[in-house]
């Protein structure tokens, strides 16, 4: 019995190892496109995306958390990556911000597309799979999502009242995946106008 169970587990592990190694280039290939899609999405006026170096960017998260301090310092930890948009001239035209932040029941990855000025252009939710469904899965209807459009930080939540000036309005019901949003946005925004002091 033992020796059936060893032969067993021993084929099902290779059988395993054997789709994971025929299906791992594939999904990385998939997501690689998924993020080219997303950021000429959110910065359509670029033709061409650089890659903001690591350490590059961990410098201006550093030195912006210094700036910053408290709750803001930990949503600058959610800026997971940035890419320079560049126009057929080779100009910048704007930023886009990968954040990640935490939200209801998981992650929340998104892009951020950022004008020279520092206003959001547009942005798109990756993945939201452990937001409620119904409820905080919402935070990736464009309803919501395009009340970004045009606002700079600092971008407040209100709830229950229509929003104002730098504000946008919480999905009913989703305090917490709303404020995630928010929070990705606002880390998003300030790493933007950090690395366009810097450049």
């Given at each position: 019995m033992v020796l059936t169970l060893l032969v067993v587990c021993t084929v099902a592990g290779?059988?395993?190892?054997?789709?994971?190694?025929?299906?791992?280039?594939?999904?990385?290939?998939?997501?690689?496109?998924?993020?080219?899609?997303g950021l000429a999405e959110v910065l359509p006026s670029a033709d061409r995306f650089e890659a903001v170096a690591d350490?590059?960017?961990?410098?201006?998260l550093a030195a912006g958390e210094g700036d910053s301090g408290g709750a803001r310092s930990g949503?600058?930890?959610?800026v997971q990556a940035a890419w320079w948009g560049f126009d057929?001239?080779?100009?910048?035209?704007g930023l886009v911000v990968q954040a990640v932040p935490g939200g209801y029941g998981g992650a929340i990855s998104m892009l951020?597309?950022?004008?020279?000025?520092?206003?959001?252009?547009?942005?798109?939710i990756l993945s939201a799979s452990g937001e409620t469904p119904g409820l905080g899965s919402k935070v990736t209807d464009r309803s919501f999502l395009d009340q970004f459009?045009?606002?700079?930080?600092?971008?407040?939540?209100?709830?229950?009242?229509?929003?104002?000036?730098?504000?946008?309005?919480?999905?009913t019901g989703a305090?917490?995946?709303?404020?995630?949003?928010?929070?990705?946005?606002?880390?998003?925004?300030?790493?933007?106008?950090?690395?366009?002091?810097v450049r």
């Open positions: 290779a059988a395993l190892a054997g789709v994971n190694g025929a299906t791992a280039p594939i999904i990385a290939e998939m997501e690689a496109r998924e993020l080219q899609e350490e590059e960017l961990a410098g201006v949503a600058a930890g959610s057929t001239a080779g100009q910048i035209v951020v597309g950022v004008e020279p000025g520092g206003t959001l252009h547009q942005m798109k459009v045009g606002l700079s930080p600092s971008i407040r939540l209100v709830k229950n009242q229509a929003p104002a000036g730098n504000e946008i309005q919480a999905v305090t917490i995946s709303s404020t995630a949003v928010l929070n990705g946005v606002n880390a998003a925004l300030d790493a933007a106008r950090q690395l366009q002091n």
